[in-house]
C-alpha cells in the first residue's frame, strides 16, 4: 500500500501548505515563494503515484522512487506540522505579546530557532522533491486527477441476496451432502469405538469456489435438520489450537467465551460436542503439522456416531494429515456452459436477454482463458461491466492477449487478478490495499471500514457536497461488484437487504499484500 500511504500523505502536506497558518507569518523574503512551489510538486508528485503503483510490480527501481518519495515527503509534514503546532500554541497561551505578531519566534530548544531555518528548510525539501519529480530515469506518466465515482453504479447489487444461487455447483452440493450423511467414511471402514467422528476433505486450487461450495452445504435445510450443532471456523494459515477451539465455541453460541481462560476451552469444548451430532467446518486449511493437527483432534472425539468435520483445504496433505479414513472431494471448474452463465452474469448484469454478436464472441474468448474458474471469471466479468462496445473492442485488441491461460501459466490466477486489479480507479485500489493491514479471513464491519477509508482521506467528494458516507458505500459497493470483496452477512431494511459485514477472499488478500508492496518500510 505504498502509494496509498504516499497519495494521502500528499494530501495531507496540501492540506497544511494551503492552511492560511503560512499567510500569519513572516518568512525571509522568497520563502513564501519556494512553499508555493513546494506545494505545486506536491502536486506534480500526485499525478504520477497512479502510474508508479502500475509499474512497481516489475520495476525494482521504482520500488526505490518511491522509498525516496517517502522520505522527503515526511520531511515535509515534519516542518509544515512544527509550523502548525507553534501557531496552535501561541493561539492557546494567555497573555501572549507574540501571538499576533507576523514574525516567527521559536524556543532555543525547537530546532527551528530562527526563520531562515524555516525558509532553509522549505527549499531543501523543494530541491529534492524537484529532483525526484523531475527524474527521467523511470519516464514516469502523469495522469490526469481522477475524479470521484459516481454514486450509483452500486445499484446492480444493492439488494444483496443472503442466499444467492451459486452457479454451477448443484451436483457438486449434492455429492458432498452424500457424504456428510453416510454413517463412516467408506463401506470398507467400520466405525471404531472411538472413531465416532469422520472427515470430508474439499480439495481444490485457488479460485474454485471451495468455500462457497462448503457454504452452500453448510447453510443447506437437510444439512441443518441432520446436524446440531452446526459451526464454521476459517483457520488460515495460523494454527493456534486454543485460538481455534475459542472460534468453535463462538461458533457454537458458547456464552462469555471471551472472558473464558484459555486453559478451560478444550474441556468446555468436550462438554459442547458430548453426545452431539455435529458439523464442524474448517475453512482454508494450511497446517502441514501432524502434531499440531493431533493436539486438535483429541479435543473433537466426543461427538455422536455420524458426526462430521469438512475441510476446505488447497493441499491434499493438508487433508490426509487429519485422518486416514477421510473422503477426499475434489471439484473441477465450471463447465463451458455454467462459466458462460457467470461471465454473462458478471459482465452484462441480471435480465439480458440478447446481446451484441462481437461482444458474446470476446466474452467467451475470456471465459476459454479462465478455465472455469469462478474467481477469475467473476474478476475479469466485473472488470467489463458497464462498457460500451469500443471499450470492448479496445480491450480485445490491446488487452486481451494479456490475460493468461490459468492452466497454463503457474500462478495464472493471480495474473488476472493483478489485471483486474490494474484496472481499478485509484481511489478503489486504496480501499482495497488498505484491506492487507488485517489478517487473513478477518470479517470486515461495514460501518467501520467506511470510516477507516474516510479517515486515511481515500474518500473522495466530486464536487465538495456528496455525503462522504455515501461515497464510500458505493466505493464498496464497487469493490463487491468486481469480486474483490465478499458480502459476508447483511441487514434487512424492508425488502432489500444491506452489507453489513464482508470478507476478502484469501487469494485476492495476497493480492492486497502484493500491492501493499514496501508499506512496511513506511511505517520505520
Known sequence: MAEAVLFTLTNDILKLAGSNIFSKIQLVRGAMDDLSRLTYTVKTIQTVLLDAEKKQWDREQVKLWLVWLKDVLYDAQDLLDDVATEDLRRKVTPHNKMSKAVCLFFPKSNQLAQP???????????????????????????????????????KKIENFAPDSEIIGRKEDKKEIKQRLFAPFPSQRFAPSPNQSVSF???????????????????????????????????????????????EILKSANYPDIENKPLDQLPSLLRKTLDGKKYLLVLDDLWNTDRDKWVMLGDWLRDGLQGSKILITTRNRRVAEITNAKLVIYEPRGLSNDKSWDLFRKMAFGDGVESLDPKLEEMGRDIVKKCTGVPLAIRTIGGLLYGKNKAEWLRFKVHELSQIPE?????????????????????????????????????????????????????????????????????????????????????IKYGNVHKVKRFKVHDLMHDLAQKVAGEFAKFNH
Open 116 to 154: 531562515y531555518k524555516v525558509a532553509k528548510r522549505i527549499q531543501e525539501i523543494r530541491n529534492k522533491l524537484d529532483w525526484i519529480a523531475k527524474d527521467k530515469e523511470f519516464r514516469l506518466e502523469e495522469h490526469p486527477s481522477e475524479k470521484s465515482m459516481a454514486i450509483g453504479r452500486g
Open 200 to 246: 470430508v476433505a474439499i480439495v481444490g486450487k485457488g479460485g474454485l469456489g471451495k468455500t462457497a461450495l462448503a457454504r452452500l452445504v453448510y447453510n443447506d435445510g437437510e444439512v441443518k435438520e441432520h446436524f446440531e450443532p452446526k459451526m464454521w471456523v476459517c483457520v488460515s494459515d495460523v494454527f493456534n489450537v486454543n485460538l481455534i477451539i475459542k
Open 406 to 490: 490459468i492452466d497454463a501459466v503457474d500462478g495464472g490466477i493471480m495474473q488476472v487478478l493483478q489485471f483486474s486489479y490494474d484496472h481499478l480507479p485509484s481511489c478503489l485500489k486504496h480501499c482495497f490495499a488498505y484491506c492487507s493491514l488485517f489478517p487473513k479471513d478477518y470479517v470486515y464491519k461495514k460501518d467501520m471500514m467506511i470510516h477507516l477509508w474516510m479517515a486515511q482521506g481515500f474518500i473522495e467528494s466530486r464536487n465538495g457536497e456528496d455525503n462522504l458516507e455515501e461515497v464510500a458505500n458505493s466505493y464498496l459497493s464497487e469493490l463487491i461488484c468486481r469480486s474483490f470483496l465478499e458480502v459476508e452477512s447483511t
